[in-house]
């Protein structure tokens, strides 16, 4: 079992930045893949980003590619989420996931999520 716990969400003028952490505990956390996903009201959650076990392979989704930063401290069993030049869009609740499967980073092959945190961005 592995419990997740984001934060560092809040509220933010477009062109800001803000950094998530994601905390974990339980078994070892550099066994898993780490992924932060979003989800905005009234819409489906969907991938941002996320890092391999050993911290050498990273994914972005399209949309955030190049403003936002994901990174993972395996001795501190925590991932990280930097966004910056945030925009109205970002706008969602963050939510950081966890696998054990080699299978990707979808919705279905996370194991573990947290509870999430809310990004506002204000236009």
């Known amino acids: 079992q592995v419990q997740l716990v984001e934060s560092g969400g809040g509220l933010v003028q477009a062109g800001g930045s803000l950094r998530l952490s994601c905390a974990a505990s339980?078994?070892?956390?550099?066994?898993?893949?780490m992924a932060w996903f979003r989800q905005a009201p009234g819409k489906e959650r969907e991938f941002v980003a996320a890092?391999?076990?050993?911290?050498?392979?990273?994914y972005y989704a399209d949309s955030v590619k190049g403003r936002f930063t994901i990174s993972r401290d395996n001795a501190k069993n925590t991932m990280y989420l930097q966004m910056n030049s945030l925009k109205p869009e970002d706008t969602a609740v963050y939510y950081c996931?966890?696998?054990?499967?080699?299978?990707?980073?979808?919705?279905?092959?996370?194991?573990?999520w947290g509870k999430g945190t809310l990004v506002t961005v204000s236009s």
């Open positions: 996931a966890a696998t054990s499967r080699r299978m990707g980073y979808s919705v279905q092959n996370m194991d573990y």
């Open positions: 339980g078994r070892t956390f550099s066994s898993y893949g």
């Open positions: 890092i391999n076990r050993s911290t050498s392979s990273t």
